[in-house]
């Protein structure tokens, strides 16, 4: 169904595809990295993502499945008289049914949540919720003028099961990309590098509901999982599967741990760090290494009820091994931080630094590895000519000296130099769409208000 | 902020961002007060109800916050605002409770009733509307027991049991979100986002060591809902006076929609017009004919009276 939708949009712009793969692979990949929407529908359907019937781009809105005609025209339509009760769904008119849209507001094109590079294989890999994909770029793609580029590989599909998909990390050894479900999947998901296409998981583990960030340890062969309301990181065996339990919980009230996003297992210095946004729902949360509360009424003695509370955004480092209800061990917070809805986060092990994409303020901000308390970055990504909007995800390319900045308000990958500070433009950008096009800036809607007054309509995400 | 008019790829005409506005993630409820000219919205993740002006922008505060240990919020998820008696109805799937408060409530504010207790069959509420004009609040919620729309009179206070409640096999309502009421007929609108309910969570209440006793090992055919019609949601439409297992009086469904299922629905009224989102869009339809009293006529209670 999304699918259709997304192509009847598609379909109206009517781009032309390009050829694929390219005549001469030798070609740098600046050259070669042209693709049309149209083209990469043309993949998606090559390869089984995309149901839409004839494959002339034509939406062909079915009326077969309409219900029945409502009964007694204009006014109050009744059950017929003499009808069984209750009624059933082959029996009740009913009015309404397929019924098409007078207006649709959609983004066709991915939109970018994470991203993660892979120096050792050359290869970029980002998720998108909007189009519920990953899609694979060379490292050394970049868009020509304002065209965008063609991914290498594009995950897509009902056999992938994947929904939100919010965070993306890689594991360049084993050649695996790694994807976690936010809100609606609650699925990590392994597929291989070559995966393209409607291709089912190399591996399923079922996380917890909100999780968001993931970060795998080479060194420990482990992973690390952030979920939002049960402020909480859990640690699994980096090849866990199916129910596998998680090795350990890092949770409570000590942990500082307030709505937790983006996270960094670092086996290197025996760290992790977690972003947080800093809300604290209305119940303290259970120390980790005890099993979590149901849900239950207020007065069902189901844990400490201390009523929600706003705290300032943090970054919180904690043992590699920490378990349960553990202080941090440092804290960056505080209003020379400029830390605002901190979102993914890259420990840079070569540098001693730690990178931000900073979603609130649109800036990307750098701190010193073991920085603690009020600190002020040492250096911000921030202004009109970097052309981050919104950004979600970071990485660091330590090898190639580069910063990887996702933007989830414009549908732009942009790599800076490590070290560029202020507002520079990016040294290249990866588009998936053509530069200018609009994002609708939600996901996963689940509310909608109408503002009769400014004759709009109002959506939170 | 979305232009009424607005279709095709086109992005907000404002937006309200930043943490200065004490948002969050993941919010699933939002109303606006035409009267007061206000938005409303719960934010789950820190147990807030946050108010802001109806022309708020940027990383603009909120004018009022309702955050505290005596407001009963831990997870408030969905809203509603009753503009003809000043009162905000918020519902919290963690506290199971529907709570009202005063519209100009701030701070440690405590509600002043709250709809809570197993004779009422809310667990995880996610959707809730009142209509002023025939005194009721509705709620949707979600369980393994009673899963569909609870009716209560709006000035209902405890445990107290429904009045009506629209759920069970035939209605086919498993995982369905905002509810909306026509103030014109009592219509009741609600977005389903598929007809099976979600998956549930593996270590929810479990150990660290196992997951929990109930649950159960998802099979192959459950790794996604997308494509199957019989499994895609809806948007149905009840009379104000429906009760029982029933399906709606009025749907949008089917492969046309352009939506998988909706997470959340609006009304417009004035001109007609049903606004859905789901999936990662907004669909109007223009169904003028779902704003006319659907009235029953037959079933285990009285008939009732069209308004």
């Excluded at chain 2, 939506?259 to 959340?264: E, F, L, M, P, R």
Aim: glycine share 12%; net charge neutral.
């Amino acid at each position: 169904m999304l699918s259709r939708s997304m192509f009847a949009v598609v379909a109206v712009l009517g781009a032309t595809a390009v050829a694929w793969p390219p005549a001469n692979p030798s070609l740098p990949m600046a050259d070669l990295g042209r693709m049309s929407e149209m083209s990469l529908l043309d993949i998606e359907r090559e390869n089984g993502c995309v149901d839409d019937g004839g494959g002339d781009g034509v939406l062909r809105v079915e009326r077969a499945g309409t219900l029945a005609a409502p009964a007694g025209g204009a006014g109050a339509a009744a059950d017929p008289a003499g009808a069984a009760w209750p009624p059933t769904w082959a029996s009740t008119p009913m009015r309404g049914g397929d019924v098409p849209p007078a207006r649709v507001v959609s983004d066709p094109y991915p939109i970018l949540h994470s991203v993660a590079v892979d120096t050792k294989n050359e290869r970029v890999f980002v998720s998108d919720p909007n189009r519920h994909a990953i899609w694979s770029y060379d490292r050394r793609a970049a868009s020509r003028a304002t065209e965008a580029v063609r991914p290498l590989t594009g995950i897509r599909g009902p056999a992938t099961g994947m929904m939100f998909v919010a965070a993306v990390t890689v594991d360049p050894e084993r050649q695996e990309v790694y994807s976690v479900d936010n809100d609606i999947g609650d699925r990590l998901m392994v597929f291989p590098y070559e995966a393209t296409g409607n291709v089912r998981p190399k591996r399923v583990l079922q996380v917890p509901h909100q999780a968001w960030g993931i970060s795998i340890s080479r060194e420990r062969d482990e992973l690390a999982v952030t979920v939002e309301g049960a402020r909480e990181v859990v640690i699994y065996r980096r090849e866990a599967k199916g129910n596998d339990p998680p090795v350990r919980v890092v949770r409570g009230p000590k942990t500082g741990l307030g709505d937790p996003h983006g996270v960094f297992l670092d086996g290197v210095n025996r760290e992790l760090v977690v972003a947080n946004h800093g809300n604290q729902g209305g119940r303290q949360p259970v120390p980790g290494d005890q099993p979590r509360r149901r849900g239950g009424p207020l007065d069902a003695g189901r844990g400490t009820f201390t009523g929600g509370r706003f705290e300032e955004p943090s970054l919180t480092v904690y043992p590699a091994d920490a378990r349960g209800d553990v202080a941090p061990l440092r804290r960056i917070q505080g209003k020379r931080t400029g830390l605002n809805w901190p979102m993914a986060i890259a420990v840079d092990r070569k540098n001693d630094e730690v990178a931000v994409a900073n979603n609130g303020d649109g800036s990307i901000r750098v701190y010193r590895r073991t920085d603690t308390g009020d600190v002020a970055p040492v250096r911000t990504l921030k202004g009109p000519r970097t052309g981050i909007v919104g950004p979600m995800g970071v990485d660091i390319d330590a090898v190639n000296d580069e910063l990887w900045v996702s933007n989830y308000g414009d549908h732009t990958a942009l790599v800076f130099a490590r070290t560029a500070a202020g507002d520079v433009a990016p040294k290249r950008i990866l588009r998936n769409a053509p530069a200018g096009s609009p994002t609708v800036g939600f996901g996963n809607p689940g509310a909608v208000a109408y503002d009769s007054k400014r004759d709009e309509i109002l959506v939170p995400n | 902020m979305f232009a009424r008019l607005a279709n095709g790829n086109v992005g907000p005409e404002r937006v309200i961002e930043g943490q200065a506005t004490r948002l969050s993630r993941t919010m699933h409820g939002i109303a606006y007060d035409d009267r007061n000219d206000e938005i409303i919205l719960p934010v789950a993740l820190s147990g807030a109800i946050l108010v802001f002006r109806g022309d708020a922008q940027g990383e603009a505060a909120p004018i009022r916050v309702i955050q505290g240990s005596r407001t009963g919020l831990i997870r408030p998820h969905t809203i509603a605002v009753d503009t003809v008696n000043g009162e905000i109805i918020a519902a919290d799937p963690s506290s199971r409770a529907v709570l009202v408060f005063k519209r100009d409530a701030t701070g440690d504010a405590a509600p002043i009733r709250v709809i809570s207790g197993p004779k009422t069959l809310l667990l995880d509420i996610v959707g809730v509307a009142v209509d002023p004009i025939r005194n009721v609040i509705v709620a949707s919620s979600r369980s393994r027991g009673p899963t569909g729309i609870m009716v209560f009179d709006r000035l209902a206070d405890g445990d107290v049991a429904p009045r009506a409640y629209i759920g069970g096999p035939n209605s086919r309502l498993a995982h369905f979100r905002q509810l909306a009421i026509d103030p014109g007929t009592g219509n009741i609108f609600l977005a389903q986002q598929r007809t099976r309910p979600k998956r549930m969570d593996a270590y929810v209440a479990g150990s660290v060591g196992r997951p929990r006793q109930e649950y159960r090992e998802p099979d192959s055919s459950e790794d996604s809902d997308f494509g199957r019609l019989t499994q895609t949601g809806f948007v149905a439409v009840y009379g104000p006076d429906d009760t029982g297992d029933i399906p709606p009086r009025a749907i949008i469904k089917g492969p046309g929609i352009r939506h998988a299922g909706a997470g959340g629905v609006a009304l417009n009224p004035r001109t007609g017009e049903i606004i859905a989102v789901g999936g990662n869009g907004i669909s109007t339809y223009l169904l003028p004919e779902f704003f006319q009293l659907l009235k029953r006529s037959r079933g285990p209670e009285t008939e009732t009276t069209p308004q």
